[in-house]
Protein backbone atom coordinates (compact mmCIF):
# COMPACT_ATOMS: atom_id res chain seq x y z
CA UNK A 1 0.00 0.00 0.00
CA UNK A 2 1.25 3.68 -0.61
CA UNK A 3 1.41 6.51 1.48
CA UNK A 4 1.09 9.64 -0.89
CA UNK A 5 1.55 13.07 0.51
CA UNK A 6 0.41 16.39 -0.85
CA UNK A 7 2.31 19.62 0.14
CA UNK A 8 2.42 23.10 -0.81
CA UNK A 9 1.60 26.62 0.32
CA UNK A 10 -2.12 27.75 1.20
CA UNK A 11 -4.67 27.91 -1.74
CA UNK A 12 -2.28 25.81 -4.15
CA UNK A 13 -5.11 23.45 -3.89
CA UNK A 14 -4.28 20.43 -1.66
CA UNK A 15 -7.53 19.67 -0.11
CA UNK A 16 -8.49 19.53 -3.73
CA UNK A 17 -6.68 17.27 -5.22
CA UNK A 18 -5.57 15.01 -2.18
CA UNK A 19 -9.58 14.58 -1.95
CA UNK A 20 -10.13 13.83 -5.01
CA UNK A 21 -7.16 11.59 -5.66
CA UNK A 22 -7.87 9.23 -2.38
CA UNK A 23 -11.82 9.11 -4.25
CA UNK A 24 -9.81 7.61 -7.68
CA UNK A 25 -7.37 5.25 -5.52
CA UNK A 26 -10.23 4.30 -3.22
CA UNK A 27 -8.01 5.51 -0.31
CA UNK A 28 -7.74 6.63 3.51
CA UNK A 29 -8.19 10.66 3.05
CA UNK A 30 -6.04 12.24 5.98
CA UNK A 31 -4.44 15.59 7.31
CA UNK A 32 -2.45 17.36 9.18
CA UNK A 33 -2.45 19.28 11.78
CA UNK A 34 -5.10 17.08 12.85
CA UNK A 35 -8.16 17.00 14.77
CA UNK A 36 -6.79 15.54 18.20
CA UNK A 37 -5.80 17.44 20.99
CA UNK A 38 -2.58 18.49 19.59
CA UNK A 39 -3.71 19.82 16.35
CA UNK A 40 -6.90 21.71 17.48
CA UNK A 41 -4.57 23.85 19.74
CA UNK A 42 -2.37 23.95 17.15
CA UNK A 43 -5.42 25.67 15.04
CA UNK A 44 -6.04 28.07 18.25
CA UNK A 45 -2.37 29.48 18.00
CA UNK A 46 -2.98 30.10 14.50
CA UNK A 47 -5.63 31.74 14.31
CA UNK A 48 -3.85 34.00 16.85
CA UNK A 49 -6.55 33.04 19.74
CA UNK A 50 -3.10 31.68 21.85
CA UNK A 51 0.17 32.61 21.77
CA UNK A 52 3.34 30.75 22.14
CA UNK A 53 7.46 30.58 20.94
CA UNK A 54 8.10 29.26 17.10
CA UNK A 55 9.87 26.84 18.60
CA UNK A 56 7.35 25.20 20.76
CA UNK A 57 4.64 25.51 17.64
CA UNK A 58 7.25 22.99 16.15
CA UNK A 59 7.33 20.74 18.55
CA UNK A 60 3.63 20.80 18.72
CA UNK A 61 3.54 19.76 15.39
CA UNK A 62 5.73 17.41 15.75
CA UNK A 63 3.78 15.95 18.49
CA UNK A 64 0.64 15.71 16.36
CA UNK A 65 2.37 13.81 13.94
CA UNK A 66 3.50 11.36 16.41
CA UNK A 67 0.00 10.61 16.83
CA UNK A 68 -0.86 10.59 13.38
CA UNK A 69 1.75 8.11 12.22
CA UNK A 70 -0.28 5.40 14.40
CA UNK A 71 -3.05 6.19 12.29
CA UNK A 72 -1.60 6.19 9.32
CA UNK A 73 0.26 2.88 9.67
CA UNK A 74 -2.53 0.92 10.99
CA UNK A 75 -4.67 2.60 8.03
CA UNK A 76 -1.96 1.34 5.23
CA UNK A 77 -2.43 -2.26 6.48
CA UNK A 78 -5.76 -1.89 4.23
CA UNK A 79 -5.57 0.81 1.63
CA UNK A 80 -3.54 3.37 0.52
CA UNK A 81 -3.50 6.50 2.53
CA UNK A 82 -3.37 10.07 0.59
CA UNK A 83 -2.31 13.10 3.30
CA UNK A 84 -2.62 16.56 3.13
CA UNK A 85 0.50 18.49 4.16
CA UNK A 86 2.92 16.34 6.56
CA UNK A 87 6.69 16.18 7.55
CA UNK A 88 7.53 18.76 4.48
CA UNK A 89 5.41 21.92 5.81
CA UNK A 90 7.25 21.55 9.18
CA UNK A 91 10.24 22.14 7.19
CA UNK A 92 9.54 24.53 4.89
CA UNK A 93 6.56 26.57 7.20
CA UNK A 94 9.03 26.18 10.68
CA UNK A 95 12.21 27.27 8.93
CA UNK A 96 10.30 30.03 7.01
CA UNK A 97 9.37 31.50 10.43
CA UNK A 98 13.10 31.29 11.68
CA UNK A 99 13.27 28.18 13.58
CA UNK A 100 16.77 25.97 13.02
CA UNK A 101 16.15 23.17 10.65
CA UNK A 102 18.26 20.92 12.52
CA UNK A 103 16.20 20.98 15.59
CA UNK A 104 13.21 20.36 12.99
CA UNK A 105 14.35 17.16 11.45
CA UNK A 106 15.44 16.07 15.14
CA UNK A 107 11.83 16.45 16.91
CA UNK A 108 11.15 14.51 13.40
CA UNK A 109 13.38 11.59 13.73
CA UNK A 110 10.58 9.38 14.10
CA UNK A 111 8.18 10.13 10.60
CA UNK A 112 7.70 7.69 8.38
CA UNK A 113 9.02 8.47 4.56
CA UNK A 114 6.07 8.51 2.55
CA UNK A 115 5.80 6.55 -0.95
CA UNK A 116 5.60 9.46 -3.06
CA UNK A 117 5.12 13.34 -2.21
CA UNK A 118 3.21 15.58 -4.62
CA UNK A 119 4.23 19.15 -4.26
CA UNK A 120 1.71 21.60 -5.99
CA UNK A 121 3.09 25.17 -6.50
CA UNK A 122 1.12 28.50 -7.10
CA UNK A 123 1.11 32.24 -7.87
CA UNK A 124 1.36 33.69 -4.93
CA UNK A 125 -1.32 36.18 -5.48
CA UNK A 126 -3.86 33.48 -7.87
CA UNK A 127 -3.10 30.80 -4.35
CA UNK A 128 -4.43 34.09 -1.77
CA UNK A 129 -7.02 35.08 -4.26
CA UNK A 130 -8.54 31.14 -4.17
CA UNK A 131 -8.48 31.71 -0.22
CA UNK A 132 -10.24 34.78 0.24
CA UNK A 133 -9.46 37.25 3.14
CA UNK A 134 -6.27 35.94 4.90
CA UNK A 135 -7.76 33.75 7.88
CA UNK A 136 -4.43 32.92 9.82
CA UNK A 137 -0.76 34.28 10.49
CA UNK A 138 0.84 32.06 7.42
CA UNK A 139 -1.15 33.40 4.55
CA UNK A 140 0.53 36.27 4.01
CA UNK A 141 2.03 37.18 0.17
CA UNK A 142 6.24 37.56 1.66
CA UNK A 143 5.64 34.75 4.36
CA UNK A 144 4.07 32.47 1.40
CA UNK A 145 6.81 33.10 -1.20
CA UNK A 146 9.60 31.89 1.08
CA UNK A 147 7.64 28.74 2.32
CA UNK A 148 7.01 28.32 -1.62
CA UNK A 149 10.95 28.07 -2.38
CA UNK A 150 11.51 26.04 0.81
CA UNK A 151 9.86 23.89 -0.39
CA UNK A 152 11.20 23.74 -4.51
CA UNK A 153 14.64 23.40 -2.56
CA UNK A 154 13.01 20.23 -0.70
CA UNK A 155 11.54 19.05 -4.37
CA UNK A 156 14.85 18.51 -5.97
CA UNK A 157 16.90 17.03 -3.09
CA UNK A 158 14.01 14.65 -2.39
CA UNK A 159 12.62 14.11 -5.83
CA UNK A 160 8.75 15.46 -5.10
CA UNK A 161 6.51 15.12 -7.62
CA UNK A 162 5.92 18.66 -8.96
CA UNK A 163 2.48 20.01 -10.48
CA UNK A 164 2.07 24.15 -11.38
CA UNK A 165 -1.73 24.12 -10.78
CA UNK A 166 -1.89 28.57 -11.45
CA UNK A 167 -4.14 29.37 -13.79
CA UNK A 168 -4.86 25.39 -14.24
CA UNK A 169 -8.61 24.08 -13.71
CA UNK A 170 -9.38 21.69 -10.97
CA UNK A 171 -9.92 18.57 -13.45
CA UNK A 172 -6.50 19.28 -15.45
CA UNK A 173 -4.37 19.46 -12.20
CA UNK A 174 -5.90 15.92 -11.05
CA UNK A 175 -5.16 14.69 -14.65
CA UNK A 176 -1.84 15.85 -14.34
CA UNK A 177 -1.23 14.11 -10.58
CA UNK A 178 -2.65 10.78 -12.28
CA UNK A 179 -0.46 10.84 -15.01
CA UNK A 180 2.56 11.69 -12.98
CA UNK A 181 1.76 9.16 -9.87
CA UNK A 182 1.59 6.57 -12.46
CA UNK A 183 5.03 7.43 -13.78
CA UNK A 184 6.00 6.58 -10.10
CA UNK A 185 4.84 3.09 -9.48
N1 LIG B 1 -6.85 24.72 -9.98
C1 LIG B 1 -7.67 25.52 -9.31
N2 LIG B 1 -8.18 26.61 -9.92
C2 LIG B 1 -9.02 27.46 -9.26
N3 LIG B 1 -9.43 27.30 -7.99
C3 LIG B 1 -8.96 26.24 -7.32
C4 LIG B 1 -8.05 25.30 -7.94
N4 LIG B 1 -7.76 24.33 -7.03
C5 LIG B 1 -8.43 24.66 -5.91
N5 LIG B 1 -9.16 25.79 -6.08
C6 LIG B 1 -10.02 26.48 -5.07
O1 LIG B 1 -9.16 27.23 -4.23
C7 LIG B 1 -9.59 27.17 -2.86
C8 LIG B 1 -8.44 26.57 -2.00
O2 LIG B 1 -8.23 25.22 -2.41
P1 LIG B 1 -7.72 24.08 -1.40
O3 LIG B 1 -7.76 22.79 -2.13
O4 LIG B 1 -8.46 24.18 -0.11
O5 LIG B 1 -6.21 24.56 -1.18
P2 LIG B 1 -5.17 24.24 -0.01
O6 LIG B 1 -5.63 22.98 0.67
O7 LIG B 1 -3.86 24.06 -0.72
O8 LIG B 1 -5.16 25.45 0.86
C9 LIG B 1 -10.85 26.33 -2.87
O9 LIG B 1 -11.95 27.20 -2.89
C10 LIG B 1 -10.76 25.52 -4.16
O10 LIG B 1 -12.03 25.19 -4.67
C1 LIG C 1 1.33 20.35 9.16
C2 LIG C 1 1.87 21.75 9.29
C3 LIG C 1 1.08 22.85 8.94
N1 LIG C 1 1.57 24.10 9.06
C4 LIG C 1 0.70 25.28 8.72
C5 LIG C 1 0.41 25.47 7.27
C6 LIG C 1 -0.94 26.16 7.24
O1 LIG C 1 -0.76 27.57 7.11
C7 LIG C 1 -1.53 25.88 8.60
C8 LIG C 1 -2.85 25.16 8.58
O2 LIG C 1 -2.81 24.09 7.68
P1 LIG C 1 -4.06 23.75 6.79
O3 LIG C 1 -5.28 23.63 7.64
O4 LIG C 1 -3.68 22.62 5.93
O5 LIG C 1 -4.21 25.06 5.90
P2 LIG C 1 -4.58 25.23 4.36
O6 LIG C 1 -5.75 24.31 4.09
O7 LIG C 1 -4.93 26.69 4.27
O8 LIG C 1 -3.39 24.88 3.56
O9 LIG C 1 -0.56 25.11 9.32
C9 LIG C 1 2.86 24.32 9.56
O10 LIG C 1 3.29 25.47 9.69
N2 LIG C 1 3.64 23.25 9.90
C10 LIG C 1 3.20 21.97 9.80
O11 LIG C 1 3.95 21.01 10.12
Known amino acids: MMFIVFEG ?5 KTTQAKLLAK ?4 FYTYEPTDGLIGRLIREILKGEKKCEKETL ?4 AADRVEHIRLIEEKLRESHVVCDRYLYSSIAYQTSQGVDEDFILQINRFAKKPD ?3 LLTVDIEE ?7 EKEIFEKERFLKKVQNK ?6 KE ?3 VIDTTNRSIDDVHEDV ?5 VKL
Open 9 to 13: IDGSG
Open 24 to 27: KLNA
Open 58 to 61: ALMF
Open 116 to 118: VVV
Open 127 to 133: GIKRLGK
Open 151 to 156: YLELAK
Open 159 to 161: DFI
Open 178 to 182: LNQIN
